[in-house]
């Protein structure tokens, strides 16, 4: 799961990743979600709660792809 934020360095990312990770209606088993922020045409900054770490982790590579490929259908929706 990857969230769009404005500034991921303002997100409580145990608190709300928890919340989004434990959503039993969505995620019956739970899943890693990951809050990232735009920086530019071509970088992006990913903050991840970890499935399984139950916490904030600093290396997800799912997460950065999963990250990476939603953006560009986000930019083309905010155009719209």
Known sequence: M???S???GDVDV???GSAIRHHG???AKGANVNFIERRGANKIA???YERGVEDE???CGTG???SALILPPLKRERSN
């Open 57 to 59: 982790t600093l290396a």
């Open 64 to 66: 950065v792809v999963a």
């Open 14 to 16: 145990s608190r709300d």
């Open 46 to 48: 990913v903050r991840t």
């Open 6 to 8: 404005r500034t991921v």
């Open 25 to 27: 209606n969505v995620f």
């Open 2 to 4: 990857s969230c769009s």
